[in-house]
């Protein structure tokens, strides 16, 4: 199925390339919700990313190193945007 290298291609570029859901992300929640309760939602994505790549070498499972990523990349991509608007929001 993979070999080494393009598995090692796959989890490293995942992070750049799934950043691009964060437009969704960020409509959606914005409009549903507010800036700091999306910020606070936003850290579930990490959370649960943290934890599939902790237990990955215990379930013997790369997959879960790479839904990982997934899940890191769209935390990192909603994070740069929302982040931004929270602060200039809270700035006099």
Known sequence: ??????????TATLLVLLQFIKELVNTTCLQRLSRKRCLLLNNLFV???????????????????????????????????LHTMYLMECTP
Do not use: C, Q, R, W
Request: charged share 10%.
């Open 47 to 81: 959370i649960d990313g943290a934890v599939m790549m902790l237990l990955s070498k215990t379930a013997m499972s790369f997959e879960m190193i790479i839904v990982g990523h997934f899940l890191y990349g769209i935390n990192a991509g909603v994070s740069l945007s």
């Open 1 to 10: 199925m993979f070999d080494l290298p393009n598995l090692h291609n796959v």
